[in-house]
């Protein structure tokens, strides 16, 4: 079983659309979480760290369910500019801080 | 500031060479982590250095891979007798202690 488990999409939406992507991971150790964001062919890029609260950071909201390990990522009024691939990314507890990446939800948002 | 670059970002070598991928990262980052991803595939861990401590190679898939850090800063990833499974983009992240990692550009290695 993967340790960090995405639907691979595609999300196709139209611009304005509120999609929300989801995430699983199977190792109830993990401490932090995060969701990364990766254009194509370029290196992904911090999108918002997830924490057990919940938590907001414009028109995107990250919630962390840990009973379920389960991770949701929610982003409202999508813009062209948000198509991408999204990563659901877990830290590995047994590996000091090294990251395990799900393989990514593609998003592409349409005018 | 600089983020993290590595060199070269494109590499293409033949089956059986040997490859040095390189990375500097963020200045004043401890923690440095190399990870590859293969076409249409997520990323996979390879191995982390934090300061001085041994570094952990628990992802390195065969002992073909090798890495080392110098004085703390800059790394230098090995691959000796490529084979073609070996074709990926290698990236290397930095960070500050157990804070978000920032991703260097990558090299993109074909083996032919």
């Known amino acids: 079983r993967k340790e960090v488990e995405q639907d691979p999409g595609p999300f196709n939406v139209p611009e304005g659309a509120t999609v929300a992507f989801n995430c699983t991971y199977s190792?109830?150790?993990?401490?932090?979480f995060f969701w990364y964001r990766q254009d194509c062919r370029k290196e992904p890029k911090l999108l918002m760290s997830?924490?057990?609260s919940g938590n907001e950071d414009g028109r995107f909201t990250a919630q962390l369910n840990r009973a379920s390990q389960y991770i949701s990522l929610l982003i409202r009024d999508s813009k062209l500019s948000d198509s991408a691939t999204y990563l659901c990314v877990v830290n590995s507890p047994n590996s000091g801080y090294a990251l395990n990446f799900g393989k990514g939800t593609s998003l592409l948002v349409t005018p | 500031g600089a983020g993290v670059s590595q060199s070269p970002s494109n590499k293409v070598t033949e089956k059986g060479k040997d490859v040095e991928l390189r990375c500097d990262p963020i200045?004043?980052?401890?923690?440095l982590y190399w990870y590859r991803q293969s076409l249409g595939q997520g990323l996979e861990f390879l191995i982390y250095f934090q300061g001085n401590s041994a570094p952990d190679k628990s992802g390195l898939p065969s002992d073909r891979f090798s890495a080392e850090r110098t004085g703390g800063s800059v790394s230098t990833l090995t691959i000796q007798r490529t084979q073609q499974e070996d074709s990926a983009v290698y990236l290397c992240a930095s960070s500050s202690g157990n804070s978000e990692q920032y991703f260097g550009p990558g090299t993109r290695l074909t083996v032919t």
């Open positions: 190792n109830s150790a993990s401490q932090s």
């Open positions: 200045s004043g980052h401890t923690a």
């Open positions: 997830v924490y057990s």
